[in-house]
């Protein structure tokens, strides 16, 4: 069965707008059997339904906004995320150093945090931002106007694949 084949299928036999809006749907099912549950129901076969079809819609969803390498890639990283805060026997990423510039560049439309550099000032926060599509840039989605420029890698900002380890040393 090809998957994508039948979801590109849908989302030209129904319409992008309504196979949107049948994600809302199938969420709000998912979130009324979960709900149940909660409340003592045994009702296990019903979530497990609403799960397949929340998980369908979201394949379609992908499909539809061509970013099933992007959600990949942050799927990775926040179940990385996961394990490490709630403690789960996870083996440390290899290479989480600083990206070189080639590597950044390599990665347009992919997530990567930035750790800014500031000179005497420490503690400063990664952020989750994505390679912009155009190069010579990385955003921090939902804020216009806002990022760090490829010229000032190395000077006032570094990038990792995943959030840098707590007491690295940043150069």
């Not at 749907?25 to 149940?36: P, S, T, Y």
Request: glycine share 8%; hydrophobic share 35%; aromatic share 8%.
């Amino acid at each position: 069965m090809n998957e994508q084949r039948i979801y590109r299928a849908a989302l030209a036999a129904w319409g992008a707008d309504a196979q949107t809006l049948m994600v809302f749907e199938e969420m709000a099912e998912l979130q009324k059997e979960l709900c149940k549950a909660a409340r003592g129901k045994d009702n296990r076969e019903q979530i497990a339904e609403e799960i397949a079809d929340v998980e369908i819609m979201l394949e379609q969803m992908k499909v539809l906004h061509d970013c099933a390498d992007v959600a990949a890639a942050y799927r990775e990283s926040k179940l990385r995320r996961l394990a490490i805060r709630c403690g789960a026997d996870v083996e440390p990423e290899k290479g989480n150093e600083p990206l070189t510039l080639a590597e950044l560049s390599e990665l347009k439309g992919k997530p990567v945090v930035v750790l800014p550099i500031r000179e005497g000032k420490s503690g400063d926060k990664p952020e989750w931002c994505v390679v912009s599509e155009l190069g010579g840039e990385v955003d921090i989605p939902g804020i216009e106007y806002t990022w760090y420029d490829f010229k000032d890698y190395g000077k006032s900002w570094i990038a990792y694949r995943d959030e840098p380890q707590e007491g690295r040393e940043t150069p």
